[in-house]
T-cell receptor, first 115, second 112 residues
Framework: EAGVAQSPRYKIIEKRQSVAFWCNPI?????LYWYQQILGQGPKLLIQ????????DSQLPKDRFSAERLKGVDSTLKIQPAKLEDSAVYLC?????????????FGEGSWLTVV | QKEVEQNSGPLSVPEGAIASLNCTYS??????FFWYRQYSGKSPELIMF????GDKEDGRFTAQLNKASQYVSLLIRDSQPSDSATYLC????????????FGSGTRLSIRP
């Protein structure tokens, strides 16, 4: 079974530029998560989708971050304009369950450096 | 108060010994608890999950849950150098049943 796919793996941009990350979850997984992990910290949930609806985006900086999950499968996370503090790994994860309480599986992450 | 708290470490344990990793959580109604391992430069991978009070064993790993004390731990027996990694505790809080919240992780170093 294929795992969670993410791209690009690495991205370096200048501040105020924009960037987009793509995620394809495990087939059949209804729930998709985007986490931000800053070096030395644990993953922080940015947004959670169930199918193509948003379940939780309370920690998403909506003035610069946006995410969508069209057709309930692939998802894109966009940052515009980027700030230095956005340098982090952006982890996409998916879960079979419609709610929490079940195992989530992570992709390899997209590493962002903002200079 | 952080929702999930872990000692950042590093925790240094000699090879062959038992490594004990601890985690506390603030939401008393939390239902599900997970331990993930994260090697440097890699994404987290699930080691174990536990739902009920008591112990759950899987090979060299034992997860322990005490809901009354809001405490979950992970024991690693016969520690190997390959166990050197950051261990993340994660909780599914009752306050938001769809969330999985992570602690900041404990760095574990197994010395030969």
């Amino acid at each position: 079974e294929a795992g969670v796919a993410q791209s690009p793996r690495y991205k370096i941009i200048e501040k105020r530029q924009s960037v987009a990350f793509w995620c394809n979850p495990i087939s059949g997984h209804a729930t998709l998560y985007w986490y931000q992990q800053i070096l030395g910290q644990g993953p922080k949930l940015l947004i959670q989708f169930q199918n193509n609806g948003v379940v939780d985006d309370s920690q998403l900086p909506k003035d610069r971050f946006s995410a969508e999950r069209l057709k309930g499968v692939d998802s894109t996370l966009k940052i515009q304009p980027a700030k230095l503090e956005d340098s982090a790994v952006y982890l996409c994860a998916s879960s079979y369950a419609r709610t929490g309480g079940n195992t989530i599986y992570f992709g390899e992450g997209s590493w962002l450096t903002v200079v | 108060q952080k929702e999930v708290e872990q000692n950042s470490g590093p925790l240094s344990v000699p090879e062959g010994a038992i490594a004990s990793l601890n985690c506390t959580y603030s939401d008393r109604g939390s239902q599900s608890f997970f331990w993930y391992r994260q090697y440097s430069g890699k994404s987290p991978e699930l080691i174990m999950f536990i739902y009920s009070n008591g112990d759950k064993e899987d090979g060299r790993f034992t997860a322990q849950l005490n809901k009354a004390s809001q405490y979950v731990s992970l024991l690693i027996r016969d520690s190997q150098p390959s166990d050197s990694a950051t261990y993340l505790c994660a909780v599914n809080p009752l306050s938001s049943a769809s969330k999985i919240i992570f602690g900041s992780g404990t760095r574990l170093s197994i010395r030969p």
